[in-house]
């Protein structure tokens, strides 16, 4: 053992920076993952959203009227599922069944990719006449920067921040409406 070997290796302190480096780019990606999966559920309503009005075009082309309701009616929202769609406005005939059963023959069920319960979800309502219907997805957008100011409904958020969070007292929706609801539902 002369004083002329040497041995190779790291020191602690190029192992620890090597380490702190390591873990810093983790959470950078951690970080724009995140923000990646958000952008994805967004580009799914969306799409969802297009795919729901295509559906409605199909069913009016088929029946002369867009499905009728007498309340709020959803695919996916455990508080409004079970409302029927009827034969004549503002609920009056006969119950045709769900949303979902009502448009099985245009589209297969919709849900939010992200299911919140309770009374959020891909909402719709037609109590007006046969040419007018609004769909609305109520508390599932996560950022509404995603999405075009046109479809954040006046009526249930006037302001959003950099985040996509609504700061207006409201809550976080997107809408497409027609008729009677083409500005907000």
Known sequence: MGHGSSTKGFTLIELLVVIAIIGLLA??????????R???????????????ETA????????????????????DSPQYSSNPIYSGPN?????????????????????????????????????????????????????LNDFPSYMVPATRC?????????TSGGTNAIFYGVGAYATGC
């Open 27 to 36: 959470s950078i990606i951690l970080v724009s993952l995140g923000s990646a």
């Open 91 to 143: 609920g009056t005939g006969s119950a045709l069944g769900t949303l979902t059963q009502a448009m099985a023959p245009y589209i297969g069920a919709l849900a939010d990719p992200r299911n919140l319960g309770t009374d959020s979800g891909y909402l719709y309502i037609n109590m007006g006449g046969a040419n007018d219907y609004c769909i609305l997805f109520w508390r599932t957008p996560e950022n």
């Open 56 to 75: 409605l075009e199909l069913y009016y082309s088929d029946n002369g009227h867009y499905p009728y309701t007498n309340s709020w009616t959803s695919f």
């Open 38 to 52: 958000t952008k994805s559920r967004d580009a799914k309503r969306a799409a969802d959203l297009k795919d729901f």
């Open 158 to 166: 006037t302001a959003w921040n950099s985040s996509g969070q609504c």
